[in-house]
């Protein structure tokens, strides 16, 4: 091989390694954003879960200002 044919090898391996080495990258952030995806659809579920029951309370529950007796100190 001639010198100029060996560069133009060493850069064909190199591109060959940065393109291995991207498409790796690419499938670890592709798994992260998965798994993100899958926990913000959980706490998406259980917030509105969480909204639903809030909303189902007895207002009953808490006695209005008006129906509070005043603290000690006054």
Partial sequence: ???TE???QK????LEIKQAF???T???LNDAITQHQLTIDKMTSQISFLVTK???ME???IA?????TPPPHY
Avoid: G, V
Avoid at 64 to 68: I, K, L, T
């Fill in 64 to 68: 209005s200002m008006s129906e509070e």
């Fill in 6 to 8: 060996l560069r133009l």
């Fill in 11 to 14: 850069q064909i391996d190199d």
């Fill in 1 to 3: 091989m001639t010198e």
């Fill in 54 to 56: 809030l909303k189902a």
């Fill in 22 to 24: 991207q498409e790796h």
């Fill in 26 to 28: 690419i499938e670890e």
């Fill in 59 to 61: 207002p009953a529950n």
